[in-house]
């Protein structure tokens, strides 16, 4: 410990490279882990919402429902005539007076489809069905936009493990050539070691230590560079957030989150370092 506060600017400088490196997967992983949260809290039921036309009879739309009860698909269906649609709008606040003065019902009756399966192709193939189906003017894949958001979950969850795991070889890579530079600077007092007996485990353990305090150092530069990215960035999101009448915000790491990134940029601190040390003790040989 010692050792390393002696070298304070050259520890401060490996602590930020560091902390960068792992700011930037950690910091990707709170974005995604509070998208995530968003869509889960939002509607993707698998269902669909099939508009009769506006010419269509209310038979036509009931014999529909009837049919679709009776498909091994189907999971449920909910039947909304479009006079309740129009008392649901009239109840809507401050559309009282637009549907006044309508004169007339535009909205068509409507089914709400649900789907047993939740595969998207059983979705997407009923609604293809649905939609040409008589007196059918539009089939609707509902929480379309959920789906496509889950599915850009998954792709920048895969880019963060590829991203994450290039930074972890770079992170390895410091920690090998900062203890590589301290067993150069430190080859005498090694010598010196082995002469009077010391074992090769004796030498090392030192070393190891200081990867080790290296990962831990950067872990809480990247925690200070993830939050403060994190308040700028809610600065502007809650604002957009509550123009749809929400709170969401991104979430800052969890307790467990935090823990599990300092040990492995520990680990991977320390296995850098037992790289280096391995490698280049067995070079000092004592004359």
């Known amino acids: 410990m010692r050792k390393w506060l002696a070298q304070r600017a050259a520890a401060l400088l490996n602590a930020l490279a560091l902390g960068?490196?792992?700011?930037?997967?950690?910091?990707?992983?709170?974005?995604?882990?509070?998208?995530?949260?968003?869509?889960?809290?939002?509607?993707?039921?698998?269902?669909?919402?099939?508009?009769?036309?506006?010419?269509?009879?209310?038979?036509a739309a009931r014999q529909l429902a009837a049919r679709l009860r009776g498909d091994a698909r189907v999971h449920r269906v909910r039947l909304v005539t479009r006079e309740d649609a129009l008392a649901s709008l009239r109840g809507t606040s401050g559309l009282a007076d637009v549907?006044?003065?309508?004169?007339?019902?535009?909205?068509?009756?409507?089914?709400?489809?649900?789907?047993?399966?939740?595969?998207d192709g059983v979705l997407d193939e009923l609604a293809e069905e649905l939609g040409r189906a008589p007196g059918v003017a539009l089939a609707q894949v509902d929480a379309l936009w959920a789906r496509r958001l889950a599915a850009l979950e998954r792709v920048g969850r895969l880019?963060?493990?590829?991203?994450?795991?290039?930074?972890?070889?770079?992170?390895?890579?410091?920690?090998?050539?900062?203890?590589?530079?301290?067993?150069?600077?430190?080859?005498?007092?090694?010598?010196?070691?082995?002469?009077?007996?010391?074992?090769?485990?004796?030498?090392?353990?030192?070393?190891?230590?200081?990867?080790?305090?290296?990962?831990?150092?950067?872990?809480?530069?990247?925690?200070?560079?993830?939050?403060a990215g994190l308040v700028l960035m809610n600065s502007e999101v809650v604002g957009l957030a509550r123009t749809y009448?929400?709170?969401?915000?991104?979430?800052?790491?969890?307790?467990?989150e935090a823990i599990a990134l300092a040990s492995i940029a520990g680990a991977l601190g320390w296995f850098g370092a037992y790289m280096s040390v391995s490698r280049y003790l067995r070079e000092i040989q004592p004359k």
């Open 20 to 59: 960068v490196a792992l700011a930037l997967p950690a910091g990707g992983y709170a974005v995604i882990e509070s998208l995530q949260g968003l869509s889960t809290r939002s509607t993707i039921d698998p269902q669909l919402s099939v508009f009769m036309r506006t010419d269509a009879t209310p038979e």
């Open 99 to 119: 549907v006044a003065a309508l004169g007339s019902n535009p909205l068509p009756d409507t089914l709400v489809v649900s789907v047993a399966g939740s595969g």
């Open 159 to 227: 880019a963060l493990a590829l991203v994450a795991g290039i930074l972890a070889v770079g992170l390895v890579a410091i920690a090998f050539n900062t203890i590589r530079l301290q067993i150069l600077t430190q080859r005498e007092e090694i010598e010196v070691s082995k002469l009077i007996g010391a074992t090769d485990g004796f030498i090392q353990r030192p070393f190891l230590y200081l990867g080790l305090l290296q990962g831990l150092s950067g872990v809480l530069i990247a925690l200070a560079l993830v939050w």
């Open 245 to 256: 009448g929400s709170d969401f915000r991104l979430a800052f790491l969890s307790l467990g």
